[in-house]
């Protein structure tokens, strides 16, 4: 390192969208390296809803590798965090600062430390893929910090160590991860399939039924599910593979049905083997609290609904999603459909009558005032929806649905140069 008189910090700060996968990844083949049994596809979400964002800095005062998250200082050693560490630093290069006097040669970023702090801005592992958000931004973010020379397909191969769906979360739109074949997982990597502009009708609502932490971490559920279920190996092998080509056909061709019929049967197929799994995982209606008893049933009334809905209007309208946590994502075909679905949800699942409305439905707010709704009293006021005959009289829920976030498919990572927005102070390198 260049003898420099003057202590610095050096810093570099950027955001990462989620993701939600519409062929879900299920089951490793590779612990370690985190090597799927079955390529997946997602779409990412807008990151002006959910996202992470994440400052790394490096200074020659740092004694040891630091990371806090969410506010709360976090331990590095866990071997998912090491290993995207290593990786980053293999592949740094040398770094030049003139203004601020620094420069830093390849060889320095072994011995140089780094803290990070990072924020997700929805709840983190509660099902919404924090992971896939967070291990993406500290590897981006690492990676520009470190000025590797690699695209975010190589990047993704880095994310993926952190967390399987983290490397589709290094592309905006839809996104393939592909399995790959080579037994050092250099071929499985994220690609992009389509930018977020391709399909931009699509609406998507995301209804937050919980936003505890989850009784069974993805990891270890889909360890147990290819250690004991029958099921699986006949999905990753039959059935994944020609979904992820007519989800292909479908996404290139803008052929909302194929979509959504493919959308929801992956999904109900993914919590069929977790449920073939021993003991069986129940993600939608998890069994160990009261509460989630009755929340796992308003989520399958929510498929109840779209399925009743869908079949009224004779072609799909919303497709259903729902991963490793008790929330629904609920894909639209169009804004009309995405307003016509929020009042649906809304009639059935109304908000306390002391909750506001502005925070029980964030995001996009736009999708609630083409439903003119404007306060409570509308959400009141709203008619059953027609689908449903008079012999059954239409159920309300109340207060059953922690919120909804309307967004959309959203853009990949970025990074933010206005330094308002790091997380850590510029002078000291601790958080803010
Ligand atoms: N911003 C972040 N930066 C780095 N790591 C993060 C970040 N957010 C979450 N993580 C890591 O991901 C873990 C949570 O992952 P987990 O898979 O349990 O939940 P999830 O990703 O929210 O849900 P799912 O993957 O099932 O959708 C956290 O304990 C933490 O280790
Ligand atoms: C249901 C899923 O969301 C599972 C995600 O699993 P993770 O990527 O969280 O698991 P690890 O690789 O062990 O970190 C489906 C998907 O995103 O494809």
Redesign the pocket.
């Known amino acids: 390192m260049a003898e420099q008189s003057k202590k610095w910090v050096l810093m570099v700060t950027a955001q990462t969208p989620t993701?939600?996968?519409v062929?879900?990844?299920?089951g490793?083949r590779d612990e370690n390296l985190?090597l799927?049994i079955n390529d997946?596809i997602?779409v990412t979400l807008d990151p002006a809803h959910l996202c992470t964002t994440t400052t790394v800095a490096v200074s020659p005062d740092f004694d040891q590798d630091r990371m806090w998250l969410n506010g709360k200082e976090i331990s590095l050693a866990g071997g998912?965090y090491q290993n995207c560490l290593r990786e980053i630093r293999a592949r740094a290069s040398d770094v030049e600062d003139e203004k601020k006097g620094i420069k830093i040669t390849k060889n320095d970023w072994q011995n140089l430390h780094v803290h990070v702090a990072s924020y997700n801005n929805f709840p983190t592992a509660a099902?919404l893929?924090s992971?896939?958000a967070g291990?993406a931004c500290l590897v981006f973010s690492l990676a520009k910090l470190m000025n590797v020379q690699e695209d975010n397909g190589r990047l993704s191969a880095i994310a993926?160590q952190?967390?399987?769906?983290?490397c589709?979360s290094l592309f905006g739109g839809f996104v393939k991860?592909v399995m790959g074949k080579e037994e050092d997982g250099s071929d499985s990597i994220a690609v992009p399939l389509v930018d977020e502009k391709h399909w931009d009708e699509l609406v998507i609502i995301i209804a937050v039924v919980s936003s505890r932490q989850k009784e069974t971490?993805?990891?270890s559920?889909?360890?147990d599910t290819v250690e004991t279920s029958s099921l699986i190996e006949h999905r990753a092998k039959e059935v994944v593979p020609k979904r992820i080509i007519k989800m292909e056909e479908a996404i290139q061709n803008r052929d909302f049905p194929t979509f959504a019929q493919l959308t929801c049967s992956d999904s109900n197929q993914?919590h069929a083997v977790c449920m073939d799994t021993t003991p069986p995982i129940f993600?939608m209606n998890d069994t160990s609290h009261r509460q989630k008893v009755l929340t796992g049933c308003q989520l399958f009334r929510i498929i109840g609904c779209v399925e009743k809905w869908n079949c009224s209007e004779g072609t799909p309208q919303v497709a259903y999603t729902f991963?490793?946590g008790p929330n629904a994502v609920l894909i639209s075909r169009n804004r009309k459909a995405a307003t016509l679905m929020l009042q649906r949800l809304l009639f059935h699942f109304p908000p306390n009558s002391d909750t506001d409305l502005n925070s029980y439905v964030i995001g996009d707010k736009s999708i609630l005032k083409d439903a003119g709704i404007q306060d409570i009293k509308d959400v009141d006021a709203l008619p059953p929806p027609p689908e449903i005959k008079d012999k059954i009289p239409a159920q309300k829920y109340r207060g059953e649905i922690s919120y909804f976030i309307c967004t959309r498919p959203g853009r990949g990572p970025v990074l933010l140069t206005d330094e308002s927005q790091a997380l850590l102070n510029p002078e000291t390198g601790l958080p803010k």
Do not use: E, L
């Not at 062929?23 to 299920?26: A, F, G, R």
């Not at 952190?162 to 983290?166: K, V």
């Open positions: 993701n939600i996968a062929i879900k990844y299920w490793k985190i799927a997946s997602s998912r099902g893929a992971s896939a291990f993926r952190g967390s399987g769906s983290a589709r991860w971490s993805s990891t559920g889909m360890r993914f993600y991963d490793a």
